[in-house]
C-alpha cells in the first residue's frame, strides 16, 4: 500500500475509532446522529468504482459489519448509507443511525443545520460500545 | 428465488431499464438529475446487511458497473450512491450523477423540490444509452 492521507476537512470533522483492514472507522463530531465513516485507506480515489476489485469487497464487509454494530448499539429505525463526496472528492462512506423524529427525518442528513458537539465522556462511552459491539 | 414483488411508491416513480443477475435496475421519472435506482429481487429486506453475503457481493458489483456507466454517459463531476430507506422500507439504491450547479449542488437530492418529468422521448433516448453503456 502507497501512503495514504487523510483529507483536512474528514480530519477535522470527525475521530478515529478503528483502524479496519481497508478503512478508518471514524465518528462524526456532530451529536445529532449516531454518524459514522469509512474511509478507504487509499490515496487518489474518488468513487467506490475507482478501487480494486478486492478493495470494493473489502469496503462493503467493512460497510455492512459497521452498519450492523451501528444498528445493535443505536436500536436504530434505519441505517442510512451514502457515498457523496460532491464536497471532499476523496473517497468516504457515511453510515448514519436514523431514528424516527430525530433532525430532519425522514430527509438526509447532508447538508442539514449545524453540527452539535458531543459532550466529551459520551463520545468517549459511545466509540467504546461500538468498539466492543465490532468485536463481539 | 421465492417471489419478489416491488413497493408500489418506488414502481409509480421509477421505470424499468434493465434486470440484472441481483437487482431490477430502474430510472427515476425526475428529469433534474440522471437518478437510477437498484432493487434486489429480494422480499422482506431493507438493510444491505440482511442481504445474504453472495446478494451482498453482487449488489455491490451492480452498483459500481451502473455507477461506471453512468458516469460515462453523463460526464458528471461525481456519482451519489445511497442507500437511505426511511420513507420506502424495501431495500433500494439510489446511484445518481451529479454536475456542478445541477439542483441543490453540492447537497443532497433526497428531499429536495418536486419532481420534474422527462420529455417521454428524452427518457427513452437516455435509458436506450445506458443499456449500451452497460453492455459494453
Known amino acids: 500500500m502507497s501512503g495514504f492521507g487523510l ?10 475509532v478503528a ?30 468504482f475507482d478501487l480494486q476489485p478486492l478493495d470494493q469487497a473489502l469496503l462493503t464487509f467493512e460497510t455492512n459489519m459497521v452498519g450492523s454494530a451501528l444498528k445493535k448499539v443505536t ?3 434505519k441505517i442510512n448509507v451514502g457515498a457523496l463526496g460532491n464536497i471532499v472528492r476523496q473517497l468516504h462512506v457515511h453510515v448514519v443511525a436514523r431514528s424516527e423524529g430525530d433532525p430532519n427525518w425522514p430527509g ?10 458531543y ?10 460500545q461500538l468498539v466492543e459491539a465490532l468485536s463481539s
Open 75 to 77: 436500536g436504530a429505525t
Open 19 to 48: 483502524t479496519l483492514d481497508l478503512c478508518q472507522l471514524r465518528l462524526l463530531k456532530d451529536s445529532r446522529w449516531p454518524w459514522l465513516m469509512l474511509v478507504p485507506q487509499r490515496d487518489g480515489m474518488s468513487e467506490v
Open 7 to 16: 483529507d483536512q476537512r474528514l480530519a477535522r470533522d470527525s475521530e478515529l
Open 119 to 128: 459532550e466529551p465522556s459520551r463520545q468517549q462511552e459511545f466509540m467504546t
Open 108 to 117: 438526509p442528513i447532508w447538508g442539514f443545520g449545524q453540527a452539535a458537539p
